[in-house]
């Protein structure tokens, strides 16, 4: 079993659609998670973080975790063409590798007019 | 822009032959990381250095992959007798100890091709 889970898609939605991605985890030793955003032929940017169970607004973008379930999620509203790339998951714990993260396969999304 | 540089940004080589990456990343930062990412998967973790000190190694990196930092600046990559099974992209980031904990800002890669 993977530490992580992702449905890595494509998922394609028109513009103005409110996006949903989610992740799953196995480890609950887990403590730290993230989302970063991955342009074609970029390297990935932190998008989010958060290190507590409930819900983290920034703009457009709301990332949720539940401890409880294990279950990782980002809501994109409004989406924009803009918004189109991969969206990876990303989750680290404490351990002598500092910021040493386990993501996702990602999911690819597609923000269509 | 003084973000993670990466270098050569793209490499085609034979099976069999060395190559060697480059990664100067953002100059306070005193944590660098490789990644390997390939086609359809997440990035995946290979090494990471605080200054010059190797502290962690993952078992994908093999006798055949080292990892330098010899001033705790800029770090190398090398693979040697490449396979094809290396082709991917190879994710190069940084960060300063103290920081978010999840906070890595990565470079573009070096995407390696092995014909």
């Known amino acids: 079993q993977k530490e992580v889970e992702q449905d890595p898609g494509p998922l394609s939605v028109p513009e103005g659609a409110i996006v949903s991605l989610n992740c799953t985890y196995s480890?609950?030793?887990?403590?730290?998670f993230m989302w970063y955003r991955q342009y074609s032929r970029k390297g990935p940017e932190l998008l989010m973080y958060?290190?507590?169970?409930g819900n983290k607004e920034d703009g457009r973008f709301t990332a949720q975790v539940d401890k409880s379930s294990k279950y990782i999620s980002l809501f994109i509203r409004d989406s924009q063409p803009s918004d189109s790339a991969t969206y990876l998951c990303?989750?680290?714990?404490?351990?002598?590798?500092?910021?040493?993260?386990?993501f996702g396969t990602g999911t690819q999304l597609k923000v269509e007019l | 822009d003084t973000g993670v540089s990466q270098d050569p940004r793209h490499k085609i080589t034979k099976r069999g032959q060395n190559v060697t990456f480059r990664c100067d990343p953002i100059?306070?930062?005193?944590?660098l990381y490789w990644y390997r990412q390939t086609l359809g998967q997440g990035p995946e973790f290979l090494t990471y250095?605080?200054?010059?000190?190797?502290?962690?190694k993952s078992r994908l990196l093999s006798d055949r992959f080292s990892a330098e930092r010899p001033k705790g600046s800029f770090s190398t990559l090398e693979i040697q007798r490449t396979e094809q099974g290396d082709s991917a992209m190879y994710l190069c980031?940084?960060?300063?100890?103290?920081?978010?904990?999840?906070?890595?800002?990565f470079g573009e890669g070096s995407r390696l091709t092995v014909l």
């Open positions: 990303a989750i680290s714990g404490k351990s002598r590798g500092g910021n040493k993260l386990t």
């Open positions: 480890n609950s030793a887990f403590q730290y």
């Open positions: 958060t290190y507590s169970s």
């Open positions: 100059s306070e930062h005193n944590r």
């Open positions: 250095f605080q200054n010059e000190a190797q502290l962690e």
């Open positions: 980031a940084s960060t300063e100890a103290g920081g978010p904990p999840g906070e890595l800002f």
